[in-house]
């Protein structure tokens, strides 16, 4: 067996926000990364790359993960959305609209993380409970808000999805 | 905060995995969801020249419930498990592993693998009596009982070259209630102290037999079978638990959780036999 540090990179393909993306990368690199820096996705952010804070959360095949928690070669050929595969041709997404309209965010560092969060939890409960949202978004971490703009956005937005259903 | 660099091995099967395990032996490391071997590997806690990544083998992504009990393959992730609802206890120790987003990732045998002694799924198979299987290449498969399993903190009986293919969680008897009751700083962390229990009633709807499984006080789960006498659930987990003290709480207190929890889940688990028998 060779040696780890003499180990080929790995030629891999992700369908990314919907566009399929080949990549060349070490066994090492973190999903978290290989958006930023091979793709040139960063709205994506990392915050504290050991899975606490749920800023690089994205989706995978739909559901939510830590892209900071997984590597870039174990979803070889999967489907991820990042935050700037939410909007639709139409504009922004109902969670993205809802969080700007609720005031949701301040610095904005954890939002690309509570809204790929925040869309996978309204597509699995449409109508959340207050208990749900809260469970759902427990995961993520915020330092400005306080949370409770968080919470009115993710009924907001649930709102704004039913009316346009 | 980046993994060190490592050989990164994508096997397609079992005995695949198996003789690269094989190969690579106290070099290697077994990849599952990731949810603790990366942040390991991010804080250079682990440094595996061989990262044997078992994403691939859909053999192992498996849940079967049968009238003994449920299997739940290497590759099953919390998620899917806890959504299968497919064994009580294991449901109510799910909802208190870490947060929705890391149980999407994160596997059951995994955690079983990483051992930590403040982790829920490793007091659930303890409890419970269950038991891990374990394969390596040339060899038959073992069953290696829980209470062989952990060894110590973050140390399981698996050997350099072998892998936990699945882990079984043996169905409770009628007439059973369960529970699990635990404190931790915040919802979704490890826990300082946790209890679960399962509570048997006989016929006449008596406690009959009692266990508890104490997570966050010692090196391994520690397993205590009140017999009939559940009621001193407190004393009983106080006498045995030999917590260690550190920046999240102090050995007294630990001590002092201990023996509410073990209360709490002791009488929530003789209320749910209560209810199953009704």
New interface residues.
Partial sequence: ?????A?SP?EITLVVNGVARRARV???R?LS?CLRHDLGLTGTHVGC???VC?CC?VL?DG????S????A??V?GRDITTVEGLAGPGGLSPVQRAFAECHALQCGFCTPGFLC?VTALLREHPTPTDEQVT??I???LCRCTGYRNIVKAVHRAAELMAEES | MKPPPFVHHAPRDVGETLEILAEAGPRGKVLAGGQSLIPMLNMRLAAPEHVIDINRLTELDTVEAGPGGVTVGALARHARVARAGVHPLLGQALRLVAHPVIRNRGTVVGSLAHADPAAELPAVLAVLGGSVRVARAGAAPRDVPAAEFFTGPMESALRPGELAVSAHFPALPPRTGTAFAEVSRRHGDYALAGVCAVVTLDGDLRVASARLACIGVGPVPLVVDLGADWKSAADAARERAEPDGDVHASAAYRLHLVGVLARKAAERAERTAREAAA
């Fill in positions: 067996m060779t040696d780890g540090r180990a790995h070490p066994g090492r973190l990364d790359e050991h899975g749920g959360t995978l559901e939510p993960v830590r900071c928690l997984t590597l070669v174990t070889d969060t469970e759902g427990s995961g993520n």
